[in-house]
């Protein structure tokens, strides 16, 4: 092991630990001695499942009440940095809050943040992050130049939650600095978005619709075949753009990340930046009127063919079993 | 589309510069302006790290609501529904603030004749880094913090057997999911 020890910004809700952070432990515990995790609110609940993903300490921020975690995450960490207690890494998932978590942590550090990391590696006592570009046909590896704290932004699904059967991780508290007018944004009501099936991020079938569908009224068909199948639909920018679906539907780059067993592409020409986000699928089909499209570049089966005709025989199919 | 004025910085010594060095400077030249709201993308797409609005923020001492999918603002406040992994929160957040907006957040206005005319006589401020009082060598290639170590091909993903719909093809997908007995 090369690294002393490593912080994760650790996420949860309703005292369940994101798989986001649990993956995030798995890869941290190989390449560090310890492995802390910084959290808000009561860190006690958190304590088991952490540790027994390899965590050996939760450290709160104390409970935000109706704050968001940004501002209060990253003034702990940078002060205990500057107080000499602080880790040789931070790694945060590539979430919302994860994102301002690294954002606020990289200015009070004066560092930047190596983003987009699918994957770690330890050279010469330096963390290294590994980064897809060119929709991830070439990998680029990056370190710090400086010897300071390294801020790594990990994108979701880059390793696997692996329970290793760790010991309940210690609790403590940590103090947060003075937070100026840093704090001044307040969550005044949650809405969840209702969806009746599987998460689109853990789905095992995600049946996703893109520009080819035509129209909003005609993604309804994906919505039927996702339900017919047990799956999650999804969406690509294009579609989430044009408003015809919400955000939370977009796979790619700024969307979610997805590595389903089987991934079904339906009127996706296979931008890069949607590539990134569902190249990890176990199997792709993709069904697209153009031959040329990229997206048959990664199908494991490529139907050429119009989803209109080929889409409604798959649900009667489907409905008829 | 409505700007009053712009400010453009310009110099060679930003070639290669990082998140935070753009943060840096875009904090210097926001500073000249004293907004109210800071509004931003969620990321550039070809850097795409999604740091800038938070780092900016922190670097003003203001605070910031990032992936916003609507945003009012009345009476000094602003209001943002925010993205969420299952949803959105609503946010009320105190200006001046940084805002960062998610796509679709609105339909933009299409430019008026008039518009067009009359952008031509809008002032456009023109600084370097020296002007913003910004050290040329702490940002570009000269203030990287970080370095590119390796450059490697990526496992390439075989593309599979790609067939022509002849009114069958469902029956192939059908076929494939069956084999996975996914269904």
């Known amino acids: ?241 044009s408003g015809w679906v919400p955000y939370s539907y977009q796979v790619g780059q700024t969307g979610k990340v997805v590595k389903p067993t089987v991934y079904l592409a339906c009127g996706i020409s296979g931008a890069t930046q949607h590539l990134v986000g569902m190249k990890g699928s176990q199997n792709i089909i993709a069904i697209n009127k153009d031959e040329e499209a990229p997206i048959f570049g990664v199908a494991d089966l490529g139907i050429v063919g119009d989803v209109h005709k080929v889409l409604p025989k798959l649900i009667e199919a489907l409905q008829a079993r | 589309m409505g700007a009053e004025s712009a400010v453009l910085v310009s110099d060679e010594a930003l070639a290669g510069s990082d998140a935070l060095s753009t943060a840096k400077v875009l904090t210097a030249a926001i500073a000249r302006c004293e907004p109210d709201l800071i509004l931003t993308g969620t990321e550039s797409s070809d850097g795409y790290t999604g740091t800038v609005p938070a780092q900016v923020a922190e670097l003003m001492d203001l605070p910031s609501v990032t992936f916003a999918k609507e945003i009012a603002v009345a009476d000094g406040v602003a209001t943002v529904k925010r993205q969420t992994e299952d949803g959105y929160d609503e946010i009320k957040c105190s200006l001046p603030a940084v805002v960062s907006v998610t796509a679709g957040v609105v339909e933009p206005r299409y430019p008026s004749f008039k518009g067009i005319m009359a952008a031509k006589n809008k002032p456009v401020d023109e600084v370097d880094l020296t002007g913003l009082g910004i050290d040329p060598s702490t940002v570009g290639w000269a203030g990287a913090g970080q370095e590119i170590t390796d450059i490697a091909e990526a496992p390439a993903r075989e593309a599979g057997e790609v067939v022509v719909d002849e009114g069958d093809a469902h029956e192939r997908v059908l076929a494939f999911l069956d084999d996975l007995k996914v269904i």
């Open chain 1, 1 to 241: 092991m090369g690294l002393s020890k490593i912080w994760i910004y650790g996420e949860a809700k309703d005292g369940v630990v994101a798989t986001t952070t649990l993956e995030l432990l798995a890869k941290a515990r190989t390449l560090a001695d310890t492995v802390e995790v910084i959290v808000h609110g009561d860190a006690s609940v958190l304590a088991t499942d952490l540790g027994a993903h390899g965590a050996s300490t939760v450290l709160s921020v104390g409970d935000l009440g109706e704050g968001l975690p940004g501002p209060r995450v990253a003034s702990a960490i940078a002060g205990a940095v500057s107080g000499g207690n602080g880790p040789a890494v931070v790694l945060c998932g590539t979430t919302y809050d994860g994102r301002d978590v690294a954002g606020r942590l990289s200015a009070k550090l004066d560092v930047p943040v190596i983003t987009n990391v699918v994957d770690l590696l330890v050279d010469n006592d330096r963390l290294l992050g590994v980064e897809p570009v060119f929709g991830g046909t070439t990998d680029v590896t990056t370190g710090f130049t400086g010897g300071g704290t390294g801020v790594f932004l990990v994108r979701p699904k880059s390793f696997a939650a692996e329970d290793v059967g760790g010991a309940p991780a210690g609790v403590d508290s940590i103090e947060v600095g003075d937070l100026g007018n840093t704090a001044g944004a307040v969550v005044t009501n949650r809405f969840v978005e209702e969806s009746s099936g599987p998460k689109l991020d853990e789905a095992a079938i995600v049946v996703a619709g893109g520009r080819g569908i035509g129209d909003a009224d005609r993604y309804e068909m994906i919505e039927t075949l996702a339900t017919l199948l047990k799956g999650a639909p999804g969406a690509s920018r294009a579609v989430v753009d």
